[in-house]
């Protein structure tokens, strides 16, 4: 699909008011209108640098290079470097044990204290994960027409969609994403705004356990 007139800005294509793209438009049936509606059917493209030679599971829908599963009734996101997380939960779970196994002369209690603290790190962790990093729909045809005044939105070429402020295209994952921060290849997936809120938790459990750890060898080793 060629991209639409418009202004060339680092890549993309910025949307002149009122141009539009008909083709391979998606309607809203539902709401009896003719308004675009966004999907997670993006293209498949050339893949990231760290997630370009991982094999792709051929379970769940594919979002890109990310997959959603249903787990339990629980949706389930598969970052593009899946094989990561159990990795890096492994190596969570030998530290922990080998930060509780010199535990020094401190009471039970305040080790039961710490266990639960590596528990919560390992669980923030999983969250982090395999949660939705904040995908953004896709729109084949310029919604910008149908806002008024409302913001601009942008075509980009790769992914052959139309995207509003807020969003930034992540190579690794192939998808837009809203409130993107980075990729971390340490999860497997993207930091975005949908599961920035458990990274930032998984971070600071991190540094309060190590840090309860500390407070604990010294006091009482």
Known sequence: MAAP???????YAVVAEGAE??????????????????TFDYPAV??????????QLPCGVRVGR??????CGREVWLGPCWP????????????????MKNGGKAPPVLMVLAYLMCWLVLVAFIRTAYSNPGVAQRYTQ???RLEGDGPRWKYH???QSYHPAGTKWCEECEVF?????????????????????????????????????????????
């Open 5 to 11: 007139a418009g202004t060339a800005d680092g890549g």
């Open 21 to 38: 793209d008909v083709s391979d438009v998606e309607m809203d049936v539902e709401a009896g209108g003719d308004e675009p509606r966004g």
């Open 46 to 55: 050339k893949g990231g640098y760290l997630s370009k030679g991982v094999f």
């Open 66 to 71: 990310l997959r959603k599963l249903q787990v």
């Open 84 to 99: 990561m997380p159990p990795v890096t939960a492994c190596i969570i779970v030998v530290l922990s044990w080998l930060l």
């Open 142 to 144: 310029n919604p910008t």
């Open 157 to 159: 070429e790769a992914s």
């Open 177 to 221: 994403i809203h409130g993107y921060d980075h990729f971390c290849p340490w999860t497997g997936t993207v930091i975005g705004g949908g599961n920035k809120p458990q990274f930032n938790a998984f971070i600071s459990a991190i540094f309060i356990t190590l840090t309860y750890r500390v407070v604990l060898l010294v006091i009482f080793n």
